[in-house]
């Protein structure tokens, strides 16, 4: 099956709550990826966490890299109606080739 | 920069007819993607250019579908003849190879094409 799969899950919380999300993938990755697509746009890059990386911050974004388990979160702190999206994980598995996961749908309710 | 520029935004076509999605790419990205979103299959990648050459296109799907970049800053992807389950969103996603000395695997996606095929 596709590498980059997260749990395929809609959630929906409230404006300042952490929203987490998860991700795994069955083979070697070079790095992994989070996007976020807002309703009717493309995705837009959020972060990206080597395979020798264990944690990565961005602002309110923190993603974790378990290489062991092949798994990656992704958590977004205080939460706001803007972060409304679907959020989507993508393995890099050589040759810039990125394998995209389902996605996961997130409602932030201001 | 504006960004990938993708056209037609939307596109409702009959089947059978001949469909040609647009693509340019940000100026001095050396490598472009078309992927295609369905709610079944998710986000699938269909083929990707590295310096205007076709590098992978075991993702296009059928003999129907074919893909070209003549130049850096264009790129076509064209059904032909197109059917209903060629319905879905085509992105086209560029990425720079390098940037500052140092490799770039971030993509930038465009706005998309939505296609319906009745």
């Known amino acids: 099956s596709q590498q980059g799969e997260e749990d395929p899950q809609a959630l929906s919380i409230q404006e300042g709550e952490n929203a987490t999300m998860n991700c795994s993938y069955k083979t070697s990755i070079n790095n992994l990826q989070w996007y976020r697509q807002n309703s009717g746009r493309g995705l837009v890059h959020l972060i990206l966490?080597?395979?020798?990386?264990r944690e990565k911050h961005s602002g309110r974004l923190r993603v974790t890299l378990d290489t062991s388990k092949k798994s990656s979160s992704l958590l977004i702190t205080a939460s706001r109606a803007a972060d409304t999206a679907s959020y989507f994980c993508a393995t890099d598995y050589g040759n810039n080739r990125l394998a995209f996961g389902k996605g996961n749908q997130v409602v932030v309710i201001p | 920069d504006a960004g990938v520029i993708q056209s037609p935004r939307h596109e409702v076509t009959e089947m059978g007819q001949e469909v040609t999605l647009r693509c340019k790419p940000i100026s001095g990205h050396n490598s472009l993607f078309w992927y295609r979103q369905t709610m079944m299959r998710g986000l699938e990648l269909l083929i990707y250019f590295n310096n205007n050459v076709p590098i992978d296109d075991s993702g296009m799907p059928e003999d129907r579908f074919s893909a070209k970049m003549p130049n850096a800053s264009f790129s076509t992807l064209k059904i032909q003849p197109s059917e209903p389950r060629d319905s879905a969103v085509y992105f086209c996603?560029?990425?720079?190879?390098?940037?500052?000395?140092?490799?770039?695997?971030?993509?930038?996606f465009g706005p998309g094409t939505r296609l319906l095929v009745l």
């Open positions: 966490i080597r395979s020798n990386e």
């Open positions: 996603a560029s990425s720079p190879i390098y940037l500052r000395g140092e490799i770039q695997e971030t993509q930038y």
